[in-house]
């Protein structure tokens, strides 16, 4: 199983520098978990940045995956991750969602940088 993080996609829906990195675990949707956390952040990013219609056409796109809800199992095990962690809340419910599934994190978000299971990938600036 592979979990996209919200920088993950927003790279990918913005065809950023590292967009490629994340263009394998998108494209297998069959293995792809989507935590409605990340999709909360990503619709927000898209339509603040792009309108409407754009973000509607990214939710669709991450609708492809399996929707994953904030159950109360994984909730209670994100508050100890953020508490142990010393991560945000969103960060913390994507690391106990994605270990719950046994899920490969993708992300460049920094604060998953040394957590295992995680592939990091540092942010490429734009020039």
Do not use: H
């Not at 065809?15 to 935590?35: C, M, Q, T, Y």
Request: glycine content about 6%; charged content about 25%.
């Amino acid at each position: 199983m592979n979990l996209v993080d919200s920088s993950g996609w927003l790279e990918y829906f913005s065809d950023g520098p590292r967009a490629s990195v994340f263009e394998k675990p998108l494209n297998d949707v069959k293995k792809l978990i989507v935590p409605s956390i990340c999709l909360y952040e990503v619709f927000k990013v898209v339509w603040r940045e792009r309108g409407e219609d754009e973000a509607l056409q990214g939710a669709a796109l991450m609708s492809k995956g399996t929707i994953v809800d904030l159950t109360l199992e994984i909730a209670l095990q994100a508050a100890k991750m953020s508490l142990e962690l010393k991560i945000p809340t969103a960060d913390s419910i994507v690391l106990a969602t994605g270990q719950f599934y046994k899920a490969t994190i993708w992300t460049q978000d920094s604060d998953f940088e040394k957590i295992r299971g995680v592939k990091f990938f540092p942010k490429i600036k734009k020039s």
